[in-house]
């Protein structure tokens, strides 16, 4: 069974840089056909797609992000990673590590408990 564990700082300054990894049990992150999802979703809020790292390293993010984030892997400790350079004041969220069916239109089969990033000065 694939189990998803979201790691993050808890707590970031505005404009300060995020970085948030996902450790992976249970599956190979390189494994076809299978993406690795991130996911946010603000108090009172509905989910946001942020972007995505596939099982060949490409990857795919969102253009309406107010911050660019990057996606990237190590796939030696099975581990998929978030940054965002310059986190915006009133950002904070529940971020999510997702697994995602490419051949089915990435559809999202396991989740991660989620971890919350308070913006805060």
């Known amino acids: 069974q694939v189990q998803l564990q979201e790691s993050g700082p808890g707590l970031v300054k505005p404009s300060q840089t995020l970085s948030l990894s996902c450790a992976i049990s249970g599956g190979s992150i390189t494994v076809k056909y299978y993406g690795w999802t991130w996911m946010r979703q603000p108090p009172g809020k509905g989910l946001e797609w942020i972007g995505v790292?596939?099982?060949?390293?490409?990857?795919f993010s969102s253009p309406s992000l107010k911050s660019r984030p990057s996606i990237s892997r190590n796939t030696s400790k099975n581990q998929v990673s978030l940054q965002f350079l310059s986190v915006p004041s009133k950002d904070t969220a529940v971020y999510y590590c997702t697994r995602g069916v490419l051949l089915s239109n990435d559809a999202l089969d396991t989740w991660g408990q989620g971890t919350l990033v308070t913006v805060s000065a």
């Open positions: 790292i596939a099982y060949d390293g490409s990857t």
